[in-house]
């Protein structure tokens, strides 16, 4: 992608120092700055500053005018409706707020957008996904490891402190996502926490408008976005709209008293996504659900609030727009409201057509998954409209299976009965895929450090009709528990920092099984990447027999048969029972192997081996 991105967008801080007799920075406005030519012509602006209720506002501009001045119940905030003239220029015009005699001007700017061919591409089932937690990743710039203002500084020794990853290191990086065979990357939120301790996860967000310095700047993430879009890899950014931290300035002194979910005593939430779509749910269960608060420093933000829900939004296309975005991954998206947030991605679809909206739906059932997807048939007459949700469900079934042997619904019949579920969901090739990720145990503990089953439940990942996402470090095989802490399974990526004795990325150092694990992964994902009929094709599959699960992806100019067989023995397979899936093909290659099996009457496959053969007339 090249475009000619140049935005030269200032926060705006401006100093009420007539109004307050004090040299500190007493007005800010969100958004930061804005675009002309969206799709939307309004624009609410959210001004903090020291009683600006009583200010007289005026907005020197042809370009675009105030429609409306909202006061909050605190007299510290003003909402600003604008609205913005079609084919209105770029420039900064003069926002001026009068007090008598006193006056302060806000040069706000409107920007020129940037090319936008080749942004706003969003994911697809021809996609798989890296997910890289950034402070765990690689230290491309330890300069950047204590920042002056920020509360918590670097230690490695600490598994919950910070280590000094950022985005520079990712960016040093995206060759190997490249050459990996990934298509799209996905980093846990990079945007300021600026707490005490605990803060490198990013889910506690302290500015909703500013990278953490710790990470690079807006700049730098913005370079990021462009560089990826130069090796092919689409940009998903982490966004978390259920809670922030209670010392973001809107939290701390809010504009409405239900700007945030408030309880007599601190109430957390059940974190039971279920009572969401569950026709008998208790009303205090619900509210709970929505209102409880996700930890004491995590403030639950009311999406009930239309201004609290007009400044998300804002703050997700201004997002979209500076780095030109292909998708955002959605935290928690059961949790807030849902009304709110059904709100929310209608208006991103509305303008961003193409872009995908990603919702984290942790649930353990397909039902209560399937509800989250966006559809016109909900029971309750529910519209989620965000197109992608992620498959905890299928997920869980993995690494269930691989670690039992056969029984009536175990095994690999685990996987198959998840499938076989898919009915359920408006778009089942929406859906992503994981073996892991940076909430749950690793993959590799999931399935007991046997690489067998690694291999098995990978091969099934990557064939099966969904999205897949791999968590980084998952291709070394690196291990942890959730249990133990979540420091654990966001271990330091190895040759990621200076000093670092093995090298992920050029192999040095790693053990003979680590090495085989990424080329397996490498060999797999780059196969699927230019794979039409993995990507897009019909899913049709056999009760499995044996612990060995055979299943066909096919379109009209290509099939595909898969068996993974899981079960300690050598098993032949009689092709009859599976002629309506090979049938007009005479022979299969193995994608792995390379070597080509004939298609007669029996076939034959280690045990615990996956063959996925591409047939051939
Ligand atoms: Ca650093």
């Known amino acids: 992608m090249k475009n000619s991105l140049i935005i030269l967008c200032t926060f705006l801080l401006f100093s009420w120092n007539s109004f307050a007799g004090t040299d500190e920075p007493r007005v800010k406005v969100e958004p930061p700055c804005w675009w002309t030519g969206l799709g939307t012509d309004t624009l609410q602006l959210i001004v903090y500053g020291d009683d600006i209720a009583s200010a007289e506002v005026s907005l020197k501009s042809d370009q675009m005018t105030i429609m409306e001045v909202h006061k909050a119940e605190n007299p510290d905030y003003l909402f600003l409706d604008l609205k913005i003239f079609p084919g209105a220029k770029a420039g900064k015009y003069p926002l001026i707020f009068k007090k008598g005699r006193e006056r302060i001007q806000v040069d706000y700017e409107l920007l020129i957008r940037a090319n936008q061919t080749d942004l706003y591409q969003g994911l697809n089932s021809s996609d798989a996904i890296y997910l890289l937690m950034p402070d765990r990743f690689a230290n491309g710039s330890p300069a950047n490891d204590n920042q002056e203002g920020m509360l918590e500084n670097a230690n490695r020794e600490n598994p919950n402190g910070r280590h000094g990853g950022d985005i520079e290191g990712i960016r040093q990086h995206l060759g190997y996502m490249a050459d990996m ?5 996905w980093i846990n939120p990079v945007i300021e926490n600026n707490r005490p301790a605990y803060s490198y996860h990013g889910y506690g967000i302290t500015d909703f408008y500013q990278t953490d310095s710790r990470y690079g700047t807006n700049e730098e993430y913005r370079q990021l976005a462009q560089e990826a879009h130069d090796k092919g890899l689409k ?4 966004m978390v709209f259920n809670h922030c931290d209670t010392t973001q300035y809107t939290v701390a002194d809010p504009p409405f008293a239900d700007w945030v979910n408030q309880w007599e005593t601190f109430t957390r939430s059940n974190f039971r ?3 969401k779509a569950d026709p008998y749910a208790a009303n205090s269960d619900i509210t709970r659900m929505s209102r409880g608060w996700f930890d004491t420093f995590m403030a639950d933000l009311n999406q009930d609030n239309p201004f609290l829900m007009t400044y998300l939004i804002q ?5 979209i727009e500076y780095l030109g975005l292909d998708a955002i991954r959605m935290d928690t998206y059961a949790y807030p409201e849902k009304g709110g947030m059904a709100k929310w991605a209608a208006t991103i679809k509305r303008l961003y057509p193409n872009f995908t909206i990603l919702g984290e739906v942790w649930l353990q059932k397909t039902a209560h998954t399937a509800y989250w997807q966006a559809r016109e048939d909900n029971f309750d007459g529910y519209n989620s409209h965000i197109p992608v949700v992620t498959d905890f469900p299928l997920h869980y079934a993995v690494y269930q299976g691989l670690n039992e042997n056969e029984g009536w619904t175990e095994g690999l019949r685990r996987m198959y009965y998840v499938l076989s579920e898919d009915f359920l969901y408006d778009d089942p090739m929406n859906l992503v895929v994981f073996p892991d990720n940076h909430d749950v145990s690793r993959y590799y503990t999931l399935v007991k450090e046997n690489l067998d089953h690694y291999k098995l439940g990978l091969a099934f990942l990557l064939t099966v009709p969904r999205i897949p996402q791999i ?3 998952t291709e070394i ?7 133990t802490g979540h420091g654990y399974i966001r271990q330091d990526f190895p040759g990621g920092w200076e000093g670092d004795t093995i090298n992920a990325f050029t192999g040095e150092g790693l053990a003979a099984d680590q090495l085989e694990a990424q080329a ?11 794979n039409p009929v993995v990507q897009q094709g019909q899913f049709r599959h056999f009760i499995p027999e044996n612990n060995t699960y055979v299943y066909f992806r096919y379109t009209d100019t290509g099939s595909l048969m898969v068996i993974l067989n899981a079960s300690d023995k050598l098993q032949t397979l009689q092709m009859e029972r599976f002629r309506e899936g090979w049938g007009g093909y005479s022979e299969g290659k193995d994608i792995l192997t390379g070597k080509t099996h004939t298609l007669t ?3 034959t496959v280690p045990a615990k081996t996956p063959l996925i053969l591409e047939l051939k007339k």
């Open 181 to 185: 065979g990934f298509t799209a990357l």
């Open 235 to 238: 940009l998903i950014m982490d």
């Open 273 to 275: 996504g279920e009572v």
């Open 315 to 319: 703050n997700s296309i201004w997002w």
């Open 471 to 473: 968590y980084y470090g």
């Open 477 to 483: 095989l690196m291990t942890g528990e959730e249990h």
């Open 520 to 530: 397996y992964l490498k060999k797999l994902l780059n196969w699927r990447r230019t």
């Open 601 to 603: 009457t029996e076939l």
